[in-house]
């Protein structure tokens, strides 16, 4: 049987190049879309889930995430006063969500190496890992649907979504059979193929289920451009030693870590919202396209 998903651990010590010159002193996972940051995006997916115990890797100049889930004494104080007590219960409610730790990166070596940062947190557990400007737009939450299936085959798990054309060749892509509707046994792992290379449409996103397992695996990697270490390159290693799962989720996926993606994923976040989607759709159509 399955050890049950406690955990969850989000890298988040990356420099977000992508969104200069407004990363330059503020972490990318603290980009508002709509009006939640995206790292609480993913934070509230993993309680969803059923996680409990959470950590968050960070690096230099992003004490402004440990703020953020901290209590703010002041600002409650001045809610309380004023009889904004909706408000209030939002602010603190994102403070209780959950026990969440952290730790740092010392240098921004690649996701492996990030991961690998988390090795004494985790024990003897498996655990979950989310990539905080991979957001999935689902009904299900996209991490429980992974737990899914990793409680059924009590393997390492991770998310795939279809790509087509050239695009395949920014991302990890599988080579894998299709076990049921949806999930795959993973036979091989390629990062960044040329088109012509791919081994199928099947993309790697930021979404994984890891067995401690993978810290040996990492271990054993062997730095690539820039010495990071990536974490496609252990998940091979360790496939050869135990079975691999991927998941194709059931929902959207949006690249907020591109500036074009965050654009559409905060038009379609906003578009769901009960307060907002009625006047900003009315507002887009007025838009002399």
């Known amino acids: 049987m399955a050890q049950t998903i406690r955990k969850a651990v989000f890298p988040a010590a990356g420099l977000g190049t992508r969104f200069l010159p407004a990363t330059k002193a503020s972490p990318k996972e603290m980009l508002p879309l709509v009006d939640k940051p995206l790292i609480q995006y993913s934070v509230e997916e993993a309680v969803a889930s059923g996680c409990e115990s959470l950590l968050i890797i960070t690096g230099r100049d992003k004490s402004a995430i440990e703020n953020h ?3 703010s004494f002041e600002l409650e104080q001045l809610l309380k006063e004023k009889g904004k007590t909706e408000m209030f219960e939002q602010v603190r409610a994102i403070s209780d969500i959950a026990k969440i730790s952290y730790t740092r990166q010392k240098q921004a070596l690649g ?8 090795k004494d947190f985790v024990g ?9 400007d991979d957001m999935v737009d689902a009904e299900r939450p996209a991490l429980r649907q992974m737990i899914d299936v990793y409680e059924k085959y009590d393997a390492p798990v991770i998310a795939t979504m279809q790509v087509e054309g050239e695009a395949i060749s920014r991302f990890g892509v599988i080579d894998a059979d299709e076990v049921e509707p949806g999930v795959f046994r993973i036979k091989d792992m390629v990062e960044k193929p040329a088109f012509a290379d791919a081994p199928s449409d099947l993309a790697i996103i930021g979404r994984y289920i890891f067995t401690p397992d993978i810290f040996e695996a990492i271990e054993k990697t ?8 990536q974490i496609t390159d252990a998940m091979r290693i360790l496939l050869k030693e135990r079975p691999f799962y991927a998941v194709k989720l059931q929902g959207t996926r949006h690249d907020a870590g591109d500036k074009l993606g965050f654009l559409i994923a905060t038009v379609e976040y906003a578009l769901k919202r009960e307060d907002l989607g009625m006047p900003f759709r ?3 159509r007025t838009m002399n396209f």
């Open 69 to 71: 889930f901290d209590i």
């Open 111 to 118: 996701l492996g190496h990030a991961i690998y940062q988390a």
């Open 124 to 132: 003897s557990e498996p655990f979950a890992a989310l990539l905080a």
């Open 222 to 229: 062997t730095p690539g451009s820039g010495g990071e270490i």
């Open 282 to 284: 009315e507002y887009l």
